[in-house]
């Protein structure tokens, strides 16, 4: 970074029953160029060696901080937890069973104090249980708004750093199955500014039966999203739904 002294990143990991992948993400996390970052691992009552794996980073790099729920709140709840722990200027949520580049952080704060913009976010790709690459990567638009994210979701919670100071004043809702995608869109409504890295700097793990896996749930979530989440007249949410599918039929079989 070239200013000499550079932001606090607060990374926001919500757990649950990861065992397989969490001490991946983790790593991905200790392997960052920028070094000033803390890492709030939320364990939402696992029943696997979850939180044991996350307390055993925890014991030797005292930047690894973690929280275990008082009971299963599901994973909105767990990232509202580890945001109202942040002590940073900025959140960056990573899922943990995602993985992140080593310059992930480095190339998004400084985009965001360039930029000036409060939401920044980053193109992906996807890979498998055993983090094999599947398919071509997702390369994300310098910019985005309200309109635009109607017809291209391109903000997704691996992907995203914001300002710390709006994380904590618009929680993610339990209401919804894309509460991710009811929040970024509340933000970009009420005018918050998002640009792109286009780099490739996270990799999405697909992991069949996760709920981002079934696909007929998450139509479901998305049309709730815009009828009950945003409030949107049936005209314009039908001709966004068309649009949500299409989009969805490019990125993952275009």
Known sequence: MGNSISPLVSV???AYNSERYIGEAIVSVLAQTFPEWELVVVDDCSNDGTACIAKRFSESDARVKVVLMSENGGVAAARNRGIAEACGAYVALL???DLWEPDKLELQVALAERS?????YCSYDLISQDGQDVGKPFVVPPVTDFEAMLEKSVISCSTCLISTEIMKTHPFSNEFHHEDYVLWMTLLRE???ACGCSEVLMHYRQIPGSRSSD???SAKGRWEAYRKGLGMPIGKSLASFVRYAVSGVRKYHG
Do not use: T
């Open 12 to 14: 926001i990991m919500p």
């Open 95 to 97: 899922d943990s069973d």
């Open 116 to 120: 000036g913009a409060p939401i920044v």
């Open 191 to 193: 005018g918050y500014a």
């Open 215 to 217: 696909k007929i749930k």
